[in-house]
């Protein structure tokens, strides 16, 4: 249950009141005194552990002081090293509508870590940000990351709709190494203004996880993928392979057959070096007696438990912060109620005990504790992506002893995904839409919603959707480039995040023209030699605008959308073949090998958006349009393209700034599938006092990561992972 009663205190005599939390999970300082870590029986406390800021009657400043740390845990009962803030392990903030946010977040993690990005930043998952541009937390596009033994202090007004978000490193791939959690935006009045009745709350916080740190699994990305471009001192692309465990709330199982070869069974079934196959023989938490690490009595090595009690429903907060996998989370001998969509109310719908989400997606269900009391298994189902074992809570009903349900747990592959037409049925709720709409045919339950309990900030846009004035469109695919690398790429260009070694918000708040200015032209092709590890910040990268320049042959650079304020934008985004538009530099005939397509969760920043339509095959202008939901279509910031498919969406221009827009797949990204919405250029705000310094040398995203630059740079670290191939296709 979320505790609601801890007390704030507000320090008067400043501007705006400074209040502090009291509860001792809550890591928060009144001034530079460093937050003391709370301690456990492990020594590391995992999330989502939280504090509720109490609702003020005019706005505080929840303040918190973050110190970054390497810590080693298990969360899958694996041991590795990972990523904390303060000694927690992924750890919730919970703020009041209205209220300042102010994290003061300390890198103390050591040089030698390996990043591909020097430093951290921190985004706010959902946040628009309106008003606080320079607060987004996106390395080299609002900011330069935070240098190791230097802070920032993130601070803007929560102007958002009351529900569930994310926060989460956004420099490199630290969140592969658990530099991530909840955020939690309470409504004022708290839940007597909410537009939902239930007893109590909880968050499951779904991640997956690698037994490998994020950046040095992504080094090799960079890596020749054409094995003619490889050398020995190059080393050669190798993918990172599935997840090897999901956890939930920070705790999941690894089961590894290469080491259980010869120790007996499981279920029976005796294992071998050879037969085993993790998607046959995932064993749930606790389950094990093939590996030590995985006995219950390993305090590394647990389970998470819901407890409810029979007859309460409770409204569950459901958060992808997935590196890789779409899951689909189900709920053992119960069915739930979706309610909102990335803090959206929708019109409750339930597709029986089932909920999928994909990388970056939340979802708030309700469930009635209304099952015979006992045990029941929670399970998050990896699809698309077999060879990845399932995460396993316990649902648990008070008053019956916490233990392991006695059923079979669901295997990956046991549940289809949503189809077409469960995704499309996910509508707004119109109640939202149109505050005279009548909600009687809503299913049970329904919502209490109307203007005066439904609470959106004054500067929230019109959820009606309004007319489009400009359409543009995105085919993302899979190029190999001439220097032998793979690519995502949208309209043939994959992003760069750097150069230059400052950020774009910055070069354009500079000069407003900035883009314009240095656009290439339509036909530009960019001269793609092997590149260096490192660059100044005097180079100047080629600008190709989105939507407009769609160079012949894949490329890379700054891949911009420019808009002005007051537009309403249709983004037609198509899932296209790997080598589509000659996208594989060695010629036609080979390039016909490479027609795999992913499906692929794409995120905005700085805006929710309304998803038209979702569709099979290719998008066609004459007909495609006619599927449009343009009544009650869901408002969100995250949403899935399917492979083989198209989807539409639509967004209002009313937030200067730089905005990304990006592949949720953390490795996608990473190699280019992503741009940057530069929004109202003149309108950008002056930057914070406070603002990292950038480098006068940064790193080079095409950088191959050579064996010799890596072990010379990171060496002592010790975490480079060895050149061998491994999983299937990125």
């Avoid at 704030?8 to 530079?32: H, M, N, W």
């Amino acid at each position: 249950m979320l505790p609601r009663q801890f007390p704030r205190i507000c320090l008067q005599g400043v501007a705006t009141k400074v209040c502090l939390c009291l509860a001792a999970v809550c890591y928060l300082t009144s001034g530079p005194t460093r937050a003391q870590a709370v301690s456990s029986s492990s020594g590391l406390l995992r999330g989502p552990s939280r504090a509720l800021l109490q609702d003020p009657r005019s706005p505080g400043v929840a303040q918190y002081e973050w110190h970054l740390t390497v810590a080693q845990a298990a969360p899958d009962c694996f041991l590795r090293d990972v990523i904390t803030v303060n000694r927690q392990f992924q750890p919730t903030i919970d703020v009041t509508q209205g209220d300042f946010l102010q994290v003061n977040v300390f890198n103390d993690l050591p040089a030698t870590y390996p990043q591909t990005s020097t430093g951290v930043s921190i985004h706010w998952h959902g946040l628009s940000q309106k008003g606080f541009e320079w607060q987004d937390g996106t390395g080299y596009a609002s900011q330069c990351p935070i240098p190791p033994g230097q802070n920032f202090t993130y601070l803007f007004q929560v102007n958002e709709p009351a529900g569930t978000y994310l926060w989460h490193d956004h420099s490199s791939q630290l969140r592969a190494d658990g530099l991530q959690g909840a955020l939690i935006v309470h409504a004022v009045g708290g839940q007597a203004a909410e537009a939902w009745t239930y007893d109590e709350e909880q968050t499951l916080l779904l991640s997956d996880w690698f037994h490998g740190e994020g950046n040095a699994m992504g080094m090799t990305l960079e890596r020749p993928f054409d094995l003619t471009k490889a050398t020995a001192e190059s080393g050669h692309w190798r993918w990172v392979s599935l997840p090897q465990a999901v956890t939930i709330n920070g705790h999941g199982n690894f089961l590894d057959c290469a080491l259980i070869g010869g120790l007996g069974n499981v279920n029976g079934t005796a294992l071998s070096e050879t037969a085993c196959k993790v998607t046959d023989y995932t064993v749930p938490p606790g389950r094990s007696t093939q590996l030590p690490w995985a006995q219950p009595s390993n305090p590394g090595c647990t389970h998470a438990n819901v407890t409810v009690e029979a007859g309460k429903t409770y409204r569950l907060r459901l958060i992808s912060a997935v590196s890789l996998v779409y899951l689909t989370v189900c709920f053992e001998g119960h069915n739930v109620t979706l309610i909102t969509a990335d803090a959206s109310p929708i019109d409750p719908i339930s597709f029986g005990p089932c909920v999928d989400l994909n990388s970056g997606q939340r979802y708030d269900v309700l469930l009635t504790a209304n099952a015979a009391p006992g045990n029941y298994w929670i399970s998050a189902q990896p699809q698309y992506r077999m060879g990845t074992p399932s995460g396993f809570a316990v649902l648990n009903y008070k008053g019956v002893g916490a233990a392991l349900p006695t059923s079979a747990p669901s295997q990956p592959g046991s549940v289809k995904p949503w189809s077409l037409s469960q995704i499309n049925s996910i509508h707004s709720a119109a109640a939202l839409l149109n505050p005279g709409a009548s909600i009687a045919s809503a299913p049970q339950p329904q919502p209490r919603i109307s203007p005066d309990n439904y609470i959106f900030t004054s500067n929230a846009p019109n959820l009606q959707v309004p007319a489009k004035t400009r359409t543009v469109g995105f085919n993302q695919t899979q190029p190999l480039i001439a220097t032998g690398q793979i690519r995502w790429a949208l309209n043939n260009v994959a992003h760069d995040t750097v150069p230059p070694c400052t950020p774009t918000l910055l070069d354009v708040y500079n000069n407003p023209n900035y883009v314009e200015q240095f656009a290439v032209p339509a036909n530009a092709i960019r001269n793609l030699t092997a590149p260096g590890q490192q660059v100044g910040a005097s180079q100047q990268p080629d600008i190709y605008l989105g939507g407009v320049n769609f160079p012949d042959q894949p490329t890379t650079g700054l891949n911009i959308l420019s808009v002005d304020l007051g537009e309403v934008v249709e983004i037609v985004l198509q899932n296209s073949p790997a080598s589509a538009f000659n996208g594989d530099y060695r010629g036609a005939a080979t390039a016909a090998s490479r027609t795999g397509q992913e499906q692929h969760p794409f995120h905005l920043h700085g805006h929710h958006f309304w998803v038209l339509a979702t569709g099979n095959g290719t998008w066609d202008p004459n007909s495609s349009p006619a599927s449009y939901n343009l009544v009650n279509p869901v408002y969100r910031d995250t949403y899935s393209l399917l492979a083989n498919g198209w989807a539409v969406i639509r967004f209002e221009a009313n937030n200067p700034g730089v905005w990304l827009y990006h592949c949720h797949i953390q490795w996608h990204m990473f190699i280019g599938s992503n741009l940057y919405v530069v929004e109202g250029a003149e309108h950008i705000s002056k930057p914070p006092d406070n603002y990292p310094a950038c480098p006068a040398i940064c790193t080079y995203e095409d950088a191959p990561y050579t064996t010799p630059y890596v072990a010379s740079t990171y060496g002592a670290s010790g975490y480079e992972t060895p050149d061998a191939v491994g999983g299937p296709s990125a």
